[in-house]
């Protein structure tokens, strides 16, 4: 019914730059929160940052100063422009939406496969 396609992960030297895209296409009515998270130690998977649709932001505190979500909401895309990248920072970054179907009533979480980050020191 929905599915998200990520892009733009890579091997990239510490200090380098990527940035990762992610699309929502399917029987959308709407698109609320997006975001990308990574796994971690201990937990499934950690935020990395979110974005609502009205443009509110939030990072995790290892990221900040560093990374940067922006979206499309015309497209239902979200992008993370990430800087300064760390060696710890390699990992698979899956990006999420929480979407409305066509008629549907509450949003629900959908995930995408996940593209994968590899930093090198």
């Not at 990520?6 to 929160?33: F, K």
């Not at 990308?36 to 990072?59: D, F, H």
């Not at 979480?109 to 090198?120: A, E, F």
């Amino acid at each position: 019914q929905v599915q998200l396609v990520e892009s733009g992960g890579g091997l990239v030297q510490a200090g380098g730059s990527l940035r990762l895209s992610c699309i929502a296409s399917g029987n959308i009515a709407s698109v609320t929160a997006m975001g990308w998270y990574r796994p971690a130690p201990e937990k499934q998977r950690e935020l990395v940052a979110t974005i609502t649709n009205g443009g509110s932001t939030n990072y995790a505190d290892s990221v900040k100063g560093r990374f940067a979500i922006s979206r499309d909401n015309a497209k239902n895309t979200v992008y993370l422009q990430m800087n300064s990248l760390k060696p710890e920072d390699t990992a698979v970054y899956y990006c999420n939406a929480d979407a409305v179907l066509v008629h549907g009533f509450y949003p629900r979480r959908y995930w995408g496969q996940g593209t994968q980050v590899t930093v090198s020191s």
